[in-house]
Every structure is written in C-alpha cells, then in structure tokens.
C-alpha cells in the first residue's frame, strides 16, 4: 500500500464529493420548495429549532390537506434545510446554495437579525423574495431591499409593553435599568425602551451593553443594583436571560419588575429558573391569547385552534417563535395564491401587497417591508406558566406586582 | 525499515520543509488554477469556495508568523477584522474600488502591526501567544464602542450586482495567490532563513547578526498584511461587517488548524490543509446537519494524533503505512 497514490486518491473524492449535487430536490414539477438556512448548531440553536418547528408545522398541514392551489395547479410543499451555525457569513453562503444549486423557489428567513441582514442581501441580488418571521432589527429594512418581508413587529417595541404596565401599576414604577447584548438586534430593542422611557417620564438610571455570547454578566449585575432601578430590562437572546436573571439572584439584586425580550416565552426559561421564573415579564410577538380571525380560508382561523393543535404534534405550547414561523409561510401561502403563479417577481408584488388576517394577526408591510401594522404583546410567568397580561384587552390575567423578594417567588 | 532510518527519513523531509514537498507545491499550483474555473463551473459555491479561498489566505499569513518564525499568534483575526472595516469605512465614504480597499488593508495593517509588535514580540512562546489574543479582544471590543466604526450595529457596503459578483471571487483569488506567491519568494531569501534561523534558535541567530526583533516585526508585518488584505475583499461581498462577523472566532481558529493540518511552515501545506478542513467541515455539514460540529472536532483530534506534521510530511513519506506508523512513534518518542 503506497501512501502518496492514496493520498491524491482522497484528494480527488474529496472535490468530486463536495461539488456533487447535495439531495436531489424537484423544484419543477408539483413541488414548490421552500429554502432555509437555520442555526441548527451555535449560540442560537434553541430559537433556531422553534423556527423549524414553525415551518415544519406549516408544511404537515398544507400537505395533509390537498397542498397549496397556485393558478389553478395543486402543489405540493417541501422545505430544505441548512444549518448556519448561527453565523452569518455560514448563512449568505447557504442561501446562495439553495438558490443556485439547489434551486429552491423561495426563502424562508434564518433567525436572528445578523443572519436575516446577510440572507437578505443575498435574495436580493438573486431576486428571489424572502420572508422571514425571526430578524426584527430596523436596520434591514434600512437599506431599501425590494425581496425581503418580516411578519415580525420591529425590535425597538419589544420592551415598551412591560415598561407600559410597570408604569401603571401601584406604585407605578418610576426607574429602569437596561442592560443589551451587543447584537444589532438587542442594541435597537435597547434603544426603543429608552426611548418609551424617557417620553413616559420614566428615568433611565442605567442603559449599558455587553459583549454577545457573554459567558459572564457579574460586573453588569453588580452595576444594575448599584443604579437600585424599579424595572430591570434585558435586552437579549435565550441564553442572555437565563445568565442575566441567575446573576441578579445571586447578587440579590430586588426590583419591582423584570422584563426580557426573548427568553421567558421559550419552554426553558421555566424549565431551567424554576420558583425564580415566576413573575417575570416577557415582550412577546404572540401569544395563544391573542383573539384574531383569519379572514381567509386555509389554515388554522384562531390563536386557540393553532396552539392545540400545535401541542398536539410537538408536545410543547407553541412560543412566538413557532407563531411567527408559521406566519412567515402563510405570507407566502396567500401571497402565492394572489399571484396565481410561481414567478419570483409575481410573487414578490403579491406580497407587497398582501393584507390578510391570520391566527398570527394581520399579515400586510410598509413600503420597507416590515410589518408595523401588527401590535405585540407582553406575558408573564405566573405560578410556572405563562400567561398574557398586556395589551388589556386581550389579558388573560391580572398582572402579579410588585415582585415578592428572591426566595419567596 | 528500522526506528532510526525512519527518523532519518523525516530529518530530511523537515530540511526540505522550508521549501515544502515539490509534489505537494505542484498539487496546490494545479488546484489553485483550477480554482479559477469555480465562478464560470459552479456558480451556486462561489460564496463556499470564496470563504475557502479567505480561509487559505488566512491560513498563509498565519503561517509566515506562526510557521516559520515560531511565534504562535492566536490574534490574527485582528488584522482580518481591521481589513474589513477599512472597506466598508471607505465605502461609507463612497469609495467602492477593491484595489483602494486591498491597498489600504495592506498598509493600516502593516503598520499596526509593526506599532503592536514593537512590545508584544518582545514576548516569548506562551506569553505571546496570550498577548496577541489580548490585543484581539481588545480590539473586537474598542471597535463596537466607536460610533465611527457603527459600533456593534455594524455597517453596511455597497456591493456590485448579480451580473459583476464575480468579481469578488476573483479578488479574493487574486489575494490568495499574492499570499502563496509572497511565502514562497520568502521562503527562498535570506529573510526566509532569517524566520527559521529565529525559530530554531534564537540566541544563535542573534549572535549570527540575525536582530531578532527588527526580522520578527517584518514576519508579522507581512503576516497582517495577508491577514489585512483578506479581510478587506470579504467585507464588500459580505455586504455587512460588524464586530462579531469582522472578528470571528473562524477566522482566528481555522487558520491555524488549516496550516497544522497541512504543514506548518511549508508552502504547499496551508493551502492543503485549508482545501481539505474546508472540504470536510463543509460534507459534514451535510450529511449530519445536526451534529457535524462533534464530528469536525474528532476530525481535528485525529489529525493531531496521526498527522502532527501534517500532510505534507505525509507527501513526502517514503513507503508505505508501515512507513507512517514508524515515523510517528519516532515522532512521539
């Protein structure tokens, strides 16, 4: 056995292997494929599952009822997978596969606001329209891209709702401190509250940031007690919350409320905090309380029916990540049936000018691409569950303030 | 073939290390130009084989420090970031020419390095290893807190449309070579033998008339300035920089790996190493969409364990598997 002929061999398989078509997939014929890159692996592997839950849900459905009727034609729906690593450059290299090589008709967007910028510039050089229900950063929509729609209300409203209802509760609460994670993402949704702050005639006893991915928070914790805030918001990911609120328990930092923007929403958040989760506020895109119609036939018509039925397959209430993924396909559902065809730029106009109302709520984008039309709301984990509290109408509950002392949650 | 010779037989491949194995040269020539095919032959990877083409850019510049002087740097991904940030500062300001962006990166990064150098390389083995990943956190850090650099927001480029994309793999082809070139022109000049002289002994080469220091910034100099130029063609494709993408632990890690994996300080090996960990990282992400991260890190286990000189001492390698098993029980010994 020659070592070098093996060698070169290995070399050879190797290119032939890495430039041979990945799985077959049949974009022609009755099949519309759908592409997404999502973090399957890394830093935002959790929220990236909720994604593909999302999607996956969507797809059972449509095929197990007759599939999606596009100008007369009936089709099949199928979505590829690839997983980003939750980075972006991964991401943009991905799209670029689903699009050129494995000719995928459409894109569903990755999560995370970094990802979905990277993805997003992508699609609209390749002029294949995107819709994404996971990258709320206003900074996308910036840049005056023509193939991205979010379903997802922007960033920067993520925190008000929970500044809303510490403000008018007895005794209204009067100072915040806002800690963010460095992400795009986290910096505007930090910037919105301090903005709703400040025009409330809230004071911001301390705004500041911490690297992303931060395996350690300490020094900003101890920096939050010292500013002694009546509301304690965090601007972040899944992983942030959980970091930010074991440090402040253990610091024994007491405040009258604590907000996260992504985190209590998600099955683990209780699962891991436990007696600590409760009482803890949450900006949520969704929630199973909230009481649209849909009025188009199609899908599941309320909040309530989805959730159960979601339950039913994957074992978990759906977040609003599930929720938003879910709406991100529906958007292409009707946006696709409004075109009565396939064409990318078809289907792009259709969704610019779709105005349709979901279980989600309404489904319709500004001139950007954003979806300001549709109002979050804020949740709360009362007693290990969590339930809707704001806006008021829509409140499952009373909201449960001020927050008892650590230990006694 | 006993113990001894096969330890003979490596002595020999690792004098003709500096040059690297001409068969494993020939190798990485012939792939480079069919590189040039890949926009034209595969236009759906042309973001895959342009990130592979950064990596093995990367994968160079390290090498002139790490390989062939012998001082480790974990901070590397300093110099990308900074390249690509001068791109996309020079876009903000409405220049968008690859040539302004390269020339820039070339010579912000060179000169940083060699101000950053004149303390740190001062430092020996670990702790400077410790220093240049300390000047890269600190960096990272600086960046996303000034306003002129968009903070961690980032900042946007503007990037050419579908019809010229091309040309950023062409550009980024064109770096990739320039590195190779440039090892290779070092490799055979006295400056080469200069960084091997220093780190095999550096005391010697002082007494040689070797000045240790002066030679050292010139290696990291030229190490940045690859690093530099790599990053300033990635950011107008990319289209975004922020620090997270700027600064990545990727561009700091898998360089190093790439040119172990290849051969550290030979010509062909980074390129080999780089071409290869890319390729596998890239079908393990396929076939176990899941889990391929715990099987890329057997991967680089393994490589350690059974190639700790790399492939290219593997080309080089006289015989067979028996051959191999010898000379690395030699190696361990």
Known sequence: MKLRPMAALGLVALCAALTAPSVPVAAAGDTIVFGSAVSLTGSLTKEGHLTQEGYDFWKSYVNAHGGLKVGGKSYKVDIKYYDDESKAATAASLAERLIDQDHVNFILGPYGSGTAFTVAQMVERKKIPMVEGNGAAEKIFSQGFKYTFAVLSPAPRYLEGILDVAHSQKPAAQSVAITAASDPFSQEVAAGAAAWATAHGMKVVYNNKYPENATDVSSIVSAVKAANPDVILNAGHLQDALLVHKGLKEQNVQARAYGYSVGPDTPDFTGSLGKDANFVFGGAQWSDAVKYRADRPGFYATAKEYAKAFDAVYHHRPDYHDAESTATCLAFQYALQDAGSLDPDKVRDALAKLDVTTFYGILKFDSRGMNVYKPMVTNQIQNGKLVTVWPRGLAEAKVEYPTPPWGQR | MTTASASAAMRKVSLAGIMGNRGALWAAVILMLLLLLVPVALPGYQTLFRTILMYVALAYGWNTIGGYTGYVSFGNVTFFG???????????????????????????????????????????????????????????DIVGNLDAFGGTGGLALKTVDEAHFSIYYYAAWLVTAGAIGATFLVARSKLGYAFVALRENEEAAAVLGIAPTRYKIVAWAISAAIAGAAGAVFAPANGFVDPSIAFAEDANVFPIVMTILGGIGTVAGPFIGAIILSGVNELLARWFIKVHTLFFGAVIVAVVLLLPRGLVWLFGLRGGARTWLKSLAAYKA
Not at chain 2, 98 to 122: E, M
């Open chain 2, 82 to 140: 900074l390249g690509a940030y001068c791109s996309a500062l020079l876009s903000a300001h409405g220049v968008n020419n690859l040539f302004a962006d390269v020339a820039l990166a070339v010579v912000v990064n060179a000169a940083f390095a060699a101000l950053v150098g004149l303390p740190i390389l001062r430092l020996k083995g670990h702790y400077f290893g410790i220093a240049t990943l300390g000047v890269a956190l600190a960096i990272t």
